[in-house]
């Protein structure tokens, strides 16, 4: 039998109990809340008027030869080269999930990526030995994805 003196210490580990619980479920909230807006955030970036007229060029880029790509692509390749190199990093540290990437801009990674294979050891040597290390990483992530999940509509 429990006597009346113990009633405060249970009561208080009780409360406790309840404060830890509310707690985290608050930060498990707020970390899913936070994850959503920098996603827009990153989504709202690509819906520049900048990047979708480079998007739009990246759907015509014959990239067979790099001295044409370099000439006539340049700008618009650029333009989208610095939006994904700057969201590979956030989904390898966590901070996006892979999903979220896949759904939104899943198709035009793929599609640029795709586009830059037949002159990428060319725009290695011409810019850096790193070059593309992150989008290329991104790439590869967002197609496990959608390996894995072929009834995902995208």
Known sequence: MVQIEYLPIVLTGIGIIVAITYYTLNLRTAN????GQLLMQAYTRLDTPERIK???DMF???TDNFQEFRENHWNSWATIH??????APLVRLGHLDIEYIAALIGGALLKYWESMLPIKDEMTEYLY????AETEYLYNEVKKFMDKHPDYEY
């Open 32 to 35: 899913k809340s936070r994850k």
């Open 54 to 56: 480079a998007l739009e």
């Open 60 to 62: 015509e880029w014959k």
């Open 82 to 87: 610095v939006y994904f190199e700057g969201l």
């Open 129 to 132: 030995p790193r070059w593309c």
